[in-house]
């Protein structure tokens, strides 16, 4: 679909699609199986009832005039390894602008268990609610 689209990406993204056609289905699936194994782990931490409440950035966003190559080395892969635990385990995963620091918003993720979509999004109402 991408490829009748032709949508024009930012920086980056481009790259990252280009590299996801190179991958093989043999290695999707030998890597399928650790994939069930982090999924299981999220599972076991993140009950029923439970939200993780993490920051949706590890830290205020780049200046627009922040050099590619350090957006990409700093700011993305650092946020990547932050916010891959919701895509990861399947978990449905809500950011919200609670605060603002040096003029920037802050944002509280919210990461709900497995099929908690709903509630994790009633939770978002009540939290937006008091802001």
């Known amino acids: ?15 990252r699609l280009d590299w996801a056609e190179t991958v093989s289905a043999s290695a999707v699936a030998e890597n399928g199986a650790k994939w069930d194994v982090v999924k299981a782990r ?3 931490v993140l009950g029923e ?7 949706s950035s590890p830290r205020i ?6 050099e590619i190559s350090e ?6 892969y650092q946020a990547m390894c ?3 635990i919701a895509g990861l385990g399947g978990l449905p995963q809500v950011s919200l602008p ?14 709900g268990p497995r099929g908690a979509d709903t509630q994790l999004l009633a939770l978002s109402r009540e939290l937006m609610a008091g802001v």
């Open 1 to 15: 679909m991408i490829r009748d689209v032709r949508p024009q990406f930012g920086p980056g993204i481009r790259e």
């Open 42 to 44: 999220i599972d076991e």
């Open 49 to 55: 009832g439970d939200v993780l409440c993490l920051p």
């Open 61 to 66: 966003a780049p200046a627009r005039d922040t």
């Open 71 to 76: 957006k990409e080395e700093t700011f993305r």
């Open 82 to 84: 932050l916010l891959c």
């Open 98 to 111: 609670l605060a603002t620091l040096d003029g920037m918003p802050v944002g509280l993720s919210l990461v």
